[in-house]
Structures are given as structure tokens and as C-alpha cells.
């Protein structure tokens, strides 16, 4: 194979001839821009038919990918000399300007020709050229404020949106001009989801359709992840009771689980899965929530055992229906129905049953006979008549 370098002539025009800093690109003569503006398409299409020639003519893919690779980069290398010599003020003459546009939009056209022709060899995490990049970045900032006008029916979803848009706002000027394929293919497959999905007359569910989304594409901002535990913290801490609480834990960590999340693609590649993460600190509160429940369990289980209880003559069934009705009355207070039988059962005991389960004594109030309801009625007045004689 030839190895002479292909791009020479090229290199040496944008290094040499038209790069300010390593030569006077004012003494050049009107014949000589002309000469170079004719040449470079000349040459752009000896490097393509040399390009295909070379690479057809080897078997293995091995060494087909690092032929593409290397004309890849090297293209890459030179537009962005090319932008940079632009820049400067040289250059910004009627004929020089002209003959630097046409540089810039030949390479332009060769970095497209290697991609469509050999895109299976190239590697994402290749560095995106500086026009294609801003291309982009004018396409993803259009995107973005077409976001921002759709219609969501909650603030979360409003704080979520800004939180996206953030977040892309940050990658662009981290990445500035070094943004990889991969990052860029991202960004757009993001907003394409995004824009295409409608946000009203959602289910009710504790993942909105943006959280779906944003989970299954892996969008694993660090601001956008600790914005959802707060929610999900938020929600929880709302319910009293901490049975409950851990039961709102498991259901909702089933329904995440049962989310699709994409492990091949990824906002952050320093952070692991969204789903991950979430599952994790669902996992964590639940058994923290346990650990909890348990110990309050064991405490009241000690107090029962350890004091002498008080013998009621009622049947468990009997006990649960006044208990029931002095919480619903409100002539009982507590955070819930649950906390009063968990407070008051460890310390009664029956005639034929010393300890009682508060579980068990309340699940009974839910199934009280006639009979039993007559009895407590009974009772209630029997303590009735007894007051009217203090």
C-alpha cells in the first residue's frame, strides 16, 4: 500500500499558507488564491476516489476501521485549524475569505463523505468537527425552546423541564468544542422523545410520562435525580402511619422496577443507572422503614410484658369494636386507628388469653357479630349508669 501521506497537500495549505501564524497570507497574489481555490476541489476529489480505493482494497476489518479512523481524525484536525485561522482578522479579506469558506466547506463535505460511506467503523466517541457541532447546538437550543412552550399540568413537570435544560446548557459549554458523537446523538434522541409525547390526562401514577421518559432514556443528572428523591421523600413523609408508609415504599419501588431503562445509552457516563440509583434508595428507606416498624414492636411487646396487664372481661372481638368506635368518635386521639391498638392492646389481657396481638385485635373490629356489638353496647351503658351514680 502507498504510504505517502494523503491529505499533504491539503495539511501544508491550511498549516502553512493560510495559517497567519506561520506565514504572511497578505502577500498572497491574486493568481496564487486562484490557483489554491482551484485545487482544493481538485484534490477533495483525489482524496475520496484515493480514500475508496484504498479501502476497498483491504480484506480485514481490523485494518479497514483504522484506515477510516485515520482520515476521520486527520479531517477533523484540519477543519478545525481551518475555523481557527479564520478567525483571525488576515483572513477576513474579500479573496482570502473566500478561499478559507472554501477550504472549511470542502473538508466539511469529506468528514460527510467518510461518515455516510463508512459509518460502521467509526467510533462514537469520536470528536464531533467544530461546524457540525454547531450546527447541533443551534438545533438543540430551538428544541429545547419548543419544550419550554408545550403544555404540563404541574409544577413538577414545569421544575423538571428547567432542570433538562440546565443540565444540556451545562454539557454544551463543558464540551464547548469537543463534543463526541456519542454526546451529541444523545442529546438529540433526548429531545426527539420529548417533543414527541404528550404530558396531559397522565395516569396517576408517582412517575410522571417526563420521569418515564427521562428513566428510560438514563438521563442521570445529578440534579435531576436528587430533584426526584426529594419528591419521592416528600410524598412519602406524607403518610403517618409506617406500615403504610412502607407499603407506599414497595409499590412504588415495583413500579420503577418494572420501568424500561436503556443501559447502552446515558446522560453522565461517570454515574451509574438511573434506575439504579432509584432502586437503591428505594431499597434503603424500605429498610430503614423495617428496622423502625420492628423496634417500636419489640418496645411494645417489653411493656406489655414487663407490666402487670389489666384484665378486661371482653372477648378480643368485643375490646376491638369500643377501641374502633372511640378512635372514629375522635374520643380516642392518634395519628391513626393502627397507633391507638398498638398503644393500648399490649396492656390488656382477657380471661382466657394473656398476651394479645394488636394486629389480630384489630382486624376483628372489621368482622364484629351481632352479638358481640350487643355485648359492647352493654357494657358502654353498664359503664353509663355507673358514672350517673358518682
Request: proline share 2%; with cysteine.
Given at each position: 500500500?502507498?504510504?505517502?501521506?494523503?491529505?499533504?497537500?491539503l495539511?501544508?495549505?491550511?498549516?502553512?499558507?493560510?495559517?497567519?501564524?506561520?506565514?504572511?497570507?497578505?502577500?498572497?497574489?491574486?493568481?496564487?488564491?486562484?490557483?489554491?481555490?482551484?485545487?482544493?476541489?481538485?484534490?477533495?476529489?483525489?482524496?475520496?476516489?484515493?480514500?475508496?480505493?484504498?479501502?476497498?482494497?483491504?480484506?480485514k476489518?481490523?485494518?479497514?476501521?483504522?484506515?477510516?479512523?485515520?482520515y476521520?481524525?486527520?479531517?477533523?484536525?484540519?477543519?478545525?485549524?481551518?475555523?481557527?485561522?479564520?478567525?483571525?482578522?488576515?483572513?477576513?479579506?474579500?479573496?482570502?475569505?473566500?478561499?478559507?469558506?472554501?477550504?472549511?466547506?470542502?473538508?466539511?463535505?469529506?468528514?460527510?463523505?467518510?461518515?455516510?460511506?463508512?459509518?460502521?467503523?467509526?467510533?462514537?466517541?469520536?470528536?464531533?468537527?467544530?461546524?457540525?457541532?454547531?450546527?447541533?447546538?443551534?438545533?438543540l437550543?430551538?428544541?429545547?425552546e419548543?419544550?419550554?412552550?408545550?403544555?404540563?399540568?404541574?409544577?413538577?413537570?414545569?421544575?423538571?423541564?428547567?432542570?433538562?435544560?440546565?443540565?444540556?446548557?451545562?454539557?454544551?459549554?463543558?464540551?464547548?468544542?469537543?463534543?463526541?458523537?456519542?454526546?451529541i446523538?444523545?442529546?438529540?434522541?433526548?429531545?426527539n422523545?420529548?417533543?414527541?409525547?404528550?404530558?396531559?390526562?397522565?395516569?396517576?401514577?408517582?412517575?410522571?410520562?417526563?420521569?418515564?421518559?427521562?428513566?428510560?432514556?438514563?438521563?442521570?443528572?445529578?440534579?435531576?435525580?436528587?430533584?426526584?428523591?426529594?419528591?419521592?421523600?416528600?410524598?412519602?413523609?406524607?403518610?403517618?402511619?409506617?406500615?403504610?408508609?412502607?407499603?407506599?415504599l414497595?409499590?412504588?419501588?415495583?413500579?420503577?422496577?418494572q420501568?424500561?431503562?436503556?443501559?447502552?445509552?446515558?446522560?453522565?457516563?461517570?454515574?451509574?443507572?438511573?434506575?439504579?440509583?432509584?432502586?437503591?434508595?428505594?431499597?434503603?428507606?424500605?429498610?430503614?422503614?423495617?428496622?423502625?416498624?420492628?423496634?417500636?414492636?419489640?418496645?411494645?411487646?417489653?411493656?406489655?410484658?414487663?407490666?402487670?396487664?389489666?384484665?378486661?372481661?371482653?372477648?378480643?372481638?368485643?375490646?376491638?369494636?369500643?377501641?374502633?368506635?372511640?378512635?372514629?368518635?375522635?374520643?380516642?386521639?392518634?395519628?391513626?386507628?393502627?397507633?391507638?391498638?398498638?398503644?393500648?392492646?399490649?396492656?390488656?389481657?382477657t380471661?382466657?388469653?394473656?398476651?394479645?396481638?394488636?394486629?389480630?385485635?384489630?382486624?376483628?373490629?372489621?368482622?364484629?357479630?351481632?352479638?358481640?356489638?350487643?355485648?359492647?353496647?352493654?357494657?358502654l351503658?353498664?359503664?353509663?349508669?355507673?358514672?350517673?351514680?358518682?
Amino acid at each position: 500500500m502507498n504510504t505517502i501521506y494523503p491529505l499533504e497537500w491539503l495539511d501544508y495549505v491550511i498549516l502553512q499558507i493560510l495559517n497567519p501564524n506561520k506565514s504572511n497570507v497578505t502577500i498572497l497574489t491574486k493568481t496564487e488564491v486562484t490557483l489554491i481555490t482551484e485545487n482544493i476541489v481538485k484534490e477533495a476529489n483525489h482524496i475520496q476516489v484515493r480514500m475508496k480505493n484504498e479501502i476497498f482494497s483491504l480484506v480485514k476489518k481490523r485494518q479497514i476501521r483504522l484506515q477510516v479512523r485515520k482520515y476521520h481524525s486527520n479531517l477533523i484536525y484540519l477543519l478545525d485549524s481551518a475555523v481557527e485561522n479564520q478567525q483571525c482578522k488576515e483572513l477576513k479579506k474579500k479573496d482570502l475569505a473566500k478561499v478559507i469558506e472554501l477550504t472549511i466547506s470542502t473538508l466539511d463535505e469529506l468528514l460527510s463523505f467518510v461518515e455516510n460511506r463508512f459509518s460502521n467503523f467509526l467510533s462514537l466517541d469520536e470528536r464531533v468537527p467544530i461546524t457540525y457541532l454547531a450546527v447541533t447546538r443551534k438545533e438543540l437550543i430551538h428544541k429545547i425552546e419548543m419544550l419550554e412552550k408545550r403544555p404540563f399540568e404541574t409544577e413538577k413537570e414545569r421544575s423538571t423541564i428547567d432542570i433538562i435544560k440546565d443540565a444540556l446548557s451545562e454539557s454544551v459549554q463543558i464540551s464547548h468544542n469537543k463534543a463526541s458523537f456519542r454526546q451529541i446523538l444523545y442529546e438529540r434522541q433526548l429531545m426527539n422523545r420529548l417533543l414527541e409525547t404528550s404530558y396531559l390526562n397522565q395516569s396517576l401514577s408517582i412517575f410522571s410520562a417526563l420521569d418515564k421518559i427521562l428513566i428510560e432514556t438514563n438521563f442521570n443528572s445529578k440534579r435531576y435525580i436528587d430533584f426526584l428523591i426529594d419528591n419521592l421523600s416528600e410524598n412519602t413523609s406524607l403518610i403517618e402511619d409506617a406500615n403504610e408508609r412502607l407499603n407506599f415504599l414497595m409499590c412504588n419501588s415495583k413500579e420503577l422496577n418494572q420501568l424500561y431503562s436503556n443501559e447502552n445509552v446515558t446522560f453522565n457516563p461517570a454515574t451509574k443507572n438511573i434506575k439504579s440509583i432509584l432502586l437503591d434508595w428505594f431499597s434503603y428507606e424500605a429498610a430503614y422503614l423495617e428496622s423502625q416498624i420492628n423496634a417500636e414492636h419489640l418496645v411494645s411487646e417489653q411493656l406489655g410484658k414487663s407490666n402487670d396487664k389489666v384484665e378486661c372481661i371482653l372477648s378480643t372481638d368485643q375490646m376491638a369494636l369500643i377501641l374502633r368506635a372511640s378512635d372514629e368518635s375522635r374520643v380516642l386521639k392518634a395519628r391513626s386507628m393502627n397507633l391507638v391498638f398498638k398503644t393500648i392492646v399490649p396492656f390488656l389481657s382477657t380471661p382466657f388469653k394473656k398476651d394479645l396481638s394488636y394486629q389480630s385485635v384489630r382486624s376483628k373490629s372489621y368482622n364484629a357479630e351481632d352479638r358481640d356489638k350487643e355485648i359492647a353496647i352493654q357494657t358502654l351503658k353498664k359503664i353509663i349508669e355507673k358514672i350517673k351514680t358518682y
